[in-house]
């Protein structure tokens, strides 16, 4: 049976206004790719800052809102997939170094700023998949929780880690977490900030998928990538029928207008 490939586009930034980037080579921090072909509709964000795991720093958070916006207003884009673009890293979690820099007020602006790109991707118009194939930490792992689906390597590790650092989870981890296991296995999850294994997580229910790590350390990606190609001829309601996806996200009662 021949198999149709998909056709890549090159990875373009969308840099956040006002914003220098200190990611590989001086490039962008967060990529854009729209696949092409058959898979027409796919469109990937590339967390790539290596220098930190993919931390979420001032420029990664800036660059990654601002992406946001571009994309909600995209309506070619039916399935929105995150990736990382570092080998054994989806995030790291919030860049603690900068943290230490911060005065307390900076510190209280920046986490309702995380608080606030965390719910961008919750209320993004086109259903959202986390390809997990590494280390998902702190706000790495509530980075993923935003998303609808998750797709984990067996050998990824995750977890709200914040406990170990005498912190809580600010970016809706402890909200999202409960949704997605029940109270009480996200409390216990939460104050012991225990690590679980993407195998783990799956016996869990916290993803979708666990797939074991092949050699270019993508496994995830591809199998998030399948999920992705599954969803696409699927009529998901979108920008029309936006309550009724918030609804189902925030598991209220939704207020459907029109038919």
């Keep these: 049976?021949?198999?149709?490939?998909?056709?890549?586009?090159?990875?373009?930034?969308?840099?956040?206004?006002?914003?220098?980037s200190d990611g590989a080579a001086g490039g962008s921090e967060i990529q854009v790719r729209a696949l092409a072909g058959p898979d027409q509709g796919i469109t990937e964000i590339l967390m790539n800052r290596p220098s930190a795991r993919n931390a979420l720093g001032n420029v990664f958070v800036s660059e990654l809102l601002e992406t946001l916006a571009q994309l909600r207003e995209d309506r070619q884009v039916r399935v929105l997939l995150f990736r990382s673009g570092v080998k054994g890293v989806f995030c790291a979690g919030a860049d603690l170094k900068e943290r230490e820099q911060m005065s307390e007020a900076e510190v209280g602006v920046f986490v309702q700023r995380l608080r606030g790109l965390m719910n961008d991707i919750a209320a993004f118009p086109a259903p959202t998949i986390a390809a997990m194939d590494g280390f998902a930490l702190g706000g790495g792992?509530?980075?993923?929780?935003?998303?609808?689906?998750?797709?984990?390597?067996?050998?990824?590790?995750?977890?709200?880690?914040?406990?170990?650092?005498?912190?809580?989870?600010?970016?809706?981890?402890?909200q999202r977490l409960p949704r997605c296991l029940g109270v009480a296995l996200a409390k216990e999850l939460i104050f012991t900030g225990r690590r679980l294994s993407?195998?783990?997580?799956?016996?869990?229910?916290?993803?979708?998928?666990?797939?074991?790590?092949?050699?270019?350390?993508?496994?995830?990606?591809?199998?998030?990538?399948?999920?992705?190609?599954e969803i696409l001829p699927q009529n998901i309601p979108t920008r029309d029928r936006l309550?009724?996806?918030?609804?189902?996200?925030?598991k209220r009662t939704p207020k459907f207008v029109g038919k």
């Excluded at 270019?216 to 399948?226: L, N, S, T, V």
């Design 198 to 229: 993407g195998t783990e997580a799956h016996v869990l229910g916290l993803v979708n998928h666990a797939v074991a790590q092949n050699e270019e350390g993508d496994a995830a990606y591809q199998r998030a990538r399948a999920l992705a190609q």
């Design 141 to 174: 792992l509530e980075l993923a929780l935003a998303c609808d689906l998750r797709v984990a390597a067996s050998s990824a590790v995750m977890g709200l880690i914040e406990t170990t650092r005498g912190l809580l989870p600010g970016a809706g981890g402890t």
């Design 1 to 20: 049976m021949l198999r149709v490939l998909c056709l890549l586009r090159p990875w373009r930034p969308l840099r956040a206004r006002g914003c220098a």
């Design 243 to 250: 309550e009724g996806m918030a609804a189902f996200r925030e």
